[in-house]
Nanobody, 123 residues
Framework: QVQLVDSGGGLVQAGGSLRLSCAAS????????MGWFRQAPGKEREFVAA????????LYADSVKGRFTITRDNAKKTMNLQMNSLKPEDTALYYC????????????????WGQGTQVTVSS
């Protein structure tokens, strides 16, 4: 079992930055890929970024490449998403997620989910 608690959301002006954090509990967290997804009102949940448990392989949605950076610390069982150059269209509820195995983009392949943290970017 893996439990995830995400935090760090808030209100920021366009062009600003935020850092989201996800704290994981459970054994062998390094065996799990972890990722970030987001869901805006009236829209489906979409992939943002993900990272393998080890070896550092990362995936990013095209919409955030060059602006967002995903990192993780397996010893501390934490994952972060540094979000720079934020845009109003980044406004959404952001969720951290985990799955056993490699990082993938498909939302349905992730089993464990945090409760979500709201990010609002004003223009």
């Amino acid at each position: 079992q893996v439990q995830l608690v995400d935090s760090g959301g808030g209100l920021v002006q366009a062009g600003g930055s935020l850092r989201l954090s996800c704290a994981a509990s459970g054994r062998a967290i390094a065996s799990y890929a972890m990722g970030w997804f987001r869901q805006a009102p009236g829209k489906e949940r979409e992939f943002v970024a993900a990272m393998n448990g080890s070896a550092g392989r990362t995936l990013y949605a095209d919409s955030v490449k060059g602006r967002f950076t995903i990192t993780r610390d397996n010893a501390k069982k934490t994952m972060n998403l540094q979000m720079n150059s934020l845009k109003p269209e980044d406004t959404a509820l952001y969720y951290c997620a985990a799955r056993f195995g490699s990082a993938v983009q498909a939302c349905d392949d992730y089993i464990y989910w945090g409760q979500g943290t709201q990010v609002t970017v004003s223009s």
